[in-house]
Structure formats: C-alpha cells, structure tokens
C-alpha cells in the first residue's frame, strides 16, 4: 500500500507539476473556490468505497479530506481580507537564530494555538453530533449511530471544516492581537 501510495503520488506530482500556479490562482481568486473546496471533497466523502464491516478509514479519510477544504477555503478568505503572510525575501527563506526568546514565543504560539484548535473541535463536534442524532432519531452515546455514514461522514466533516478554517483565518490573527507574533521581525 505504501509503495502504491508513493508511487501513485509521484505519477499526479509529475502530471500535475507544470499547472500548479494556475490551480494556486484560481484557488486563491475564482469565487466559486469556495464552493468547490467544500462540494468536492464532502461528495468524495459519501463516495468513499463501502465495506462489508465497519473501519476508521472512512472516518479517517473524512477528517483529512474536512480539513484541508477548510484551510482550501480560509486561504481564499484571506486572500479575499488582503490578509495573507507572505515571506520576504529570497526562497528558501532563512531562519533566524534559536534564542530563548524566540523559543518561548514558539512555546506560547503552539500552546495558544493549540487550545484553540481543541476547543474548536470540542465545540463543533458537540454540536454537530447532537444535532445530527437528533435528525435521524439516534443517541448520541450509541457508538453505532455514530458509525453510520450519514451521520459519521457530516459530522467529522463540519468538525474539521472549522478546525481548518480557526487554523487558517483565525490563529495567525490572534497570535498577532497577544503580540506572539512580530510580523515586521518573523519572530
């Protein structure tokens, strides 16, 4: 599977390599992005192969696919706000030295960050379970209700559709509010 995996990557990376600056624009800028950053990976979501006995991989899969449309689509909105951080200078960008400063700033930056990323999840998750099971009339501490692909497959998706969408909008911004981040000095 792995070798598989590598190699099938390596054909699409191949393949796709020369139109990469124009899915990154079109990305970026055509106002259906959004749309289709949230459209295309739910239905693939749904579309995910049935088994005759219940694994993670669907789950798994949902999680992976849910947060990079939320990012996909955060990025859009940054471009939208004209809030986007781009690096200055040449590539590959060098790093500053490792003092304690820095070191504790990069501390607090992921503890910050990170309690955000739970809480978002914690909430959304607890919200969207509950509301789901009550559509289709299932408890929310029963394990298989919560197995079901029309409940699984929406609920893990809206929940790391927000985690990607509070790390790709919201984390930087806040980080800059505490003053975590110098965006003059990439600190």
Known sequence: DVICGV???????????????????????????????????????YKYPELDHYSTTRGDTTIILACCSGCSVGYWVNERLGLTFDLAGPFPATLPPLTLTALGLGMARFVVG??????????????????????????????????RKEIEVPYKFSTYVAIGLVNSILVNRVFVIMGLWDLENSV
Do not use: E, K
């Open 7 to 45: 190699a099938i990557s390596a054909v699409i990376m191949a393949v796709s390599y020369p139109y990469w600056g124009t899915i990154d624009y079109l990305q970026l800028h055509n106002p259906l992005a959004p749309v289709v950053g949230v459209v295309l990976p739910l239905f693939l979501c």
């Open 114 to 147: 990170l309690g955000m990323l739970v809480l978002t999840r914690q909430t959304v998750r607890w919200a969207s379970l509950r509301v789901l099971c009550r559509i289709y009339g299932a408890s929310v501490s029963d394990i298989d209700a919560r197995r």
